[in-house]
């Protein structure tokens, strides 16, 4: 039985392929919600539009410090397996619940499968690289997106035989959901934007939106990108962000700051915009994926394909940087390769858990 754990609504996203695979195929698997993300737009409604199982295992976590959270989704980690003992665990990407249930399956001898493994920013005041470094060198089958995650594994000494490289889930999640998503979808409709004239915007970063100085230079920035495009920005925003934007009372004009959407209204929204700015690590790769060029407001990526590809450049919080991104970036066509696969990694995922776990 493999136990599949998911927390936040990345790893919702990106494990659903592997989720509708296990289905598929009839697989024994239980699927473990941490609850590190709670919050109707930020969890339940990816079970409703993705049509996911009810988790077996809800913890209930909730929000808290980093050591507070770990600790709680470890313990409550750990009671489910003294019953269940699954065969192994699959976690996805670099979060606190990432790093919770990788301890855990390693402390109590489950074989562990790190799914979006190998990726590296090399900046370990990330909370997130260093939650992906753990979960990496306990896991026993590392499932990397690319070529590159797989030498940032082999170059840490991880050995090559534990490392499938399957391509991105997101690009699987991506083809699995886009069409159905413009078909049923009005959101440009419900935003009263038109396609290609308007910008997208996500940011969440702690090292971004937890400091003043950052969140105001990104906020000011962006005032200053509909002021000089004359175009709608659009602005989903993380709860966290909102805490801060709040907190720090950050005056916003010119922005249409909404709550966090679905993601099929978010991909629709993405697929059409005329440009991309964000944090996120996902919305890189989705925006690598649908040809939309992508300003990151970081000062490193561990996504650095996106960049490769000419799908993405990387110009920090400061506004005169973001606006020579947004300024490079915006006339790019498009036209470049995906390098997150052909969209069968949940396929390839299960296949290798089958062949060799079971
Ligand atoms: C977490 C992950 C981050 C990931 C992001 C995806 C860690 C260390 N961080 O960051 O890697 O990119 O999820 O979105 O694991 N909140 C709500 N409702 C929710 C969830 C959060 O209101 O459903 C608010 C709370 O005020 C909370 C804050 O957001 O304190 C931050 O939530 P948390 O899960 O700690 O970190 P994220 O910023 O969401
Ligand atoms: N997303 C969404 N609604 C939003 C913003 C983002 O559905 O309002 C989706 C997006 O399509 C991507 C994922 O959330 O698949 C990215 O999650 P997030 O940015 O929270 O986390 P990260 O990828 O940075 O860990």
């Given at each position: 039985?493999?136990?599949?754990?998911?927390?936040?609504?990345?790893?919702?996203?990106?494990?659903s392929?592997?989720?509708?695979?296990?289905q598929?195929?009839?697989?024994?698997?239980?699927?473990?919600?941490?609850?590190?993300?709670?919050?109707?737009?930020?969890?339940?409604?990816?079970?409703?539009?993705?049509?996911?199982?009810?988790?077996?295992?809800?913890?209930?976590?909730?929000?808290?410090?980093?050591a507070?959270?770990?600790?709680?989704?470890?313990?409550g980690?750990?009671?489910?397996?003294?019953d269940?003992r699954?065969?192994?665990v699959l976690v996805?990407?670099?979060?606190?619940?990432?790093?919770?249930?990788?301890?855990?399956?390693?402390?109590?001898?489950?074989?562990?499968g790190?799914?979006?493994?190998?990726l590296?920013s090399?900046?370990?005041?990330?909370?997130e690289?260093?939650n992906?470094?753990?979960?990496?060198?306990?896991?026993?089958?590392l499932?990397?997106?690319?070529e590159?995650?797989?030498?940032?594994?082999?170059?840490e000494?991880?050995?090559?035989?534990?490392?499938?490289?399957?391509?991105?889930?997101?690009?699987?999640?991506v083809?699995?959901?886009?069409?159905?998503a413009?078909?049923?979808?009005d959101?440009?409709?419900?935003?009263?934007?038109r396609q290609?004239?308007y910008?997208?915007?996500?940011a969440?970063?702690?090292?971004?939106?937890?400091?003043?100085?950052?969140?105001?230079?990104?906020v000011?920035?962006?005032?200053?990108?509909h002021?000089?495009?004359?175009?709608?920005?659009?602005?989903?925003?993380?709860?966290?962000?909102?805490k801060?934007i709040?907190?720090?009372?950050?005056?916003?004009?010119?922005?249409?700051?909404?709550?966090?959407?679905?993601?099929?209204?978010?991909?629709?929204?993405?697929?059409?915009?005329?440009l991309?700015?964000?944090?996120?690590?996902?919305?890189?790769?989705?925006?690598?994926?649908?040809?939309?060029?992508?300003?990151?407001?970081?000062?490193?990526?561990?996504?650095?394909?996106?960049?490769?590809?000419?799908?993405?450049?990387?110009v920090?919080?400061?506004?005169?940087r973001?606006?020579?991104?947004?300024?490079?970036?915006?006339?790019?066509s498009?036209?470049?390769?995906?390098?997150?696969?052909?969209?069968?990694?949940?396929?390839?995922?299960?296949?290798?858990?089958?062949?060799?776990?079971?």
């Open positions: 039985m493999i136990s599949i754990i998911v927390g936040t609504r990345p790893e919702i996203i990106k494990m392929p592997i989720i509708r695979e296990c598929r195929r009839d697989i024994d698997f239980s699927l473990l919600h941490t609850g590190q993300h709670y919050s109707y737009e930020m969890d339940r409604i990816f079970f409703e539009e993705l049509n996911l199982p009810v988790p077996d295992h809800h913890l209930d976590v909730g929000s808290g410090s980093h507070g959270q770990t600790g709680a989704i470890m313990s980690i750990g009671r489910v397996y003294e269940e699954p065969d192994m996805q990407g670099d979060t606190n619940t990432v790093l919770a249930g990788s301890l855990v399956a390693a402390k109590m001898k489950v074989p562990l790190h799914v979006e493994a190998g590296r090399y900046d370990r005041t990330m909370p690289e260093v992906r470094v753990v979960a990496d060198h306990v896991g026993d089958w499932f990397a997106p690319t590159k995650a797989r030498e940032n594994l082999l170059k000494g991880i050995d090559d035989s534990k490392i499938l490289v399957t391509g991105n889930t997101i690009v699987d999640a083809y699995q959901n886009l069409e159905m413009k078909e049923n979808g959101a440009l409709k419900i935003f009263e934007v290609k004239d910008f997208l915007v996500t969440h970063r702690q090292e971004n939106v937890d400091k003043p100085d950052k969140l105001e230079h990104i000011s920035a962006l005032t200053e990108i002021d000089r495009y004359n175009l709608p920005v659009i602005f989903p925003v993380h709860p966290r962000t909102r801060m709040d907190q720090f009372q950050i005056p916003v004009n010119g922005i249409n700051l909404t709550e966090p959407i679905g993601f099929f209204s978010f991909l629709q929204l993405e697929s059409e915009a005329r991309v700015l964000t944090d996120s690590g996902g919305v890189q790769e989705e925006c690598c994926i649908l040809g939309v060029p992508c300003v990151t407001l970081r000062e490193n990526t561990e996504r650095p394909e996106t960049v490769d590809v000419g799908a993405n450049c990387i920090g919080t400061e506004p005169g973001i606006l020579g991104g947004v300024q490079d970036m915006i006339g790019r498009g036209g470049w390769s995906n390098p997150y696969g052909d969209g069968t990694a949940g396929v390839e995922i299960v296949g290798c858990c089958m062949n060799q776990a079971i």
